[in-house]
C-alpha cells in the first residue's frame, strides 16, 4: 500500500467534509419545504433528517478514515521489514562488501513498501551523496518512529566509529525489540477493543427490544388503559438512534486510542460502528426485520 501524505489526508477531510455538509444541509431543508424522498438506500427506506445526517457523518469521516489506515499498513509494513534489511546490510558487510554496495545489494531484494525507499537512498550514494546525508534522507522519507529510532542510532554510531557491520547488528536487536514490544501490547489490548463492539452490539440489541417490545406497544396502545402514555414513537426511534450513533462515534475513537494510541486510528472503527448500528436499527425498527 502507497504511503499517503499528509497534504493529501488534508485534501480529502476538505472535498468529504464539503459533501458531507451538503448531505446534511439536504435532510434538513427537505422536510421544511415539504418533500419526501424515496431513496434506494437501505432496503429501500424512507430517509428521514437523521438518516441525511448518519449519512453525511459517514460520508465526512469515511475518505480520511481510509487514507489513515492505508498510510498506516504502508509505516507497518516498513517496520516489518526494516530488521531484515538491517540484518541483510550487516551480512553483506561481513562478507566484504562496502557500506554503498551492501546498500546497493540490499535494495534489489524485496523489503515491501520499504524497498522504494531503499532504492531511493541506494541512488543517493551512488551518486555521491555521504551515506550520513542518504540516511537522513531515509528517515523523513519513511518517517515512522521505528525507523527515526534506528537512523539516529546508526547514524550516532557510524559518528564515534566502529565495525559499520556491528552497528547494523545492533540496530537489528533493537528494532526487533521494540516490535516484540509493540506486537505484545497489541495482543494484550485486542481484547478490550473486542469489548468495545461487544458493548456496542448489547446497547444496539437493548435499544431494539425496548423499542420494539416497551414503547412499541404502549405507542400502539395509547388511550386503552389506565397505565397507558401518549408516546410519539418516531421520536423515541430517532432518540435512541442518536444514542446509537453517538456510543458507536466515540467508542469506536477510545478503540484507535487504546489499540494505536491515537484517535484518528479509531476513526476505521467509527464508521464501522455507526454503519453497523444504523443498518441494523433501520432494517429492525423502520422495516419490522424480526432479528430472530
Sequence with gaps: MPKVSQERIKYLWTISSIVGILIIAVGIVLPLLGLYIQAILLFTAIMTPTD??????????????????VDQRWRNGIDNNLPQLLRD????????LSLPRAILESSKREYGPLTTEL??????????????????????????????RASVLILEAERFGGAAEDVFESAHTHVVELLTIR?????????????????????????????????????????????????????????????????GFFGGLVAGKMGEAELRAGLKHSVLLVALGWIIFRAVIILGISLA
Aim: with cysteine; net charge neutral; glycine share 6%.
Design 89 to 96: 546490510i550487516s551480512d553483506a558487510q561481513r562478507t566484504g
Design 52 to 69: 441525511f445526517f448518519i449519512l453525511g457523518l459517514l460520508v465526512i469521516i469515511t475518505p480520511p478514515a481510509s487514507a489513515y489506515f
Design 119 to 148: 532504492k531511493k537512498m541506494a541512488a543517493k550514494i551512488s551518486w555521491g551523496v555521504s551515506f550520513r546525508e542518504a540516511m537522513q534522507a531515509l528517515s523523513e522519507t519513511a518517517d515512522t518512529p521505528l525507523v527515526r
Design 183 to 247: 506486537r505484545e501490547r497489541a495482543g494484550q489490548i485486542r481484547p478490550y477493543i473486542f469489548i468495545i463492539y461487544a458493548a456496542f452490539l448489547v446497547f444496539l440489541f437493548v435499544c431494539i427490544v425496548l423499542i420494539t417490545t416497551f414503547f412499541g406497544p404502549m405507542a400502539t396502545q395509547a388511550g386503552a388503559g389506565m397505565f397507558a402514555l401518549a408516546i410519539d414513537i418516531d421520536y423515541m426511534n430517532t432518540l435512541f438512534l442518536h444514542m446509537l450513533v453517538v456510543e
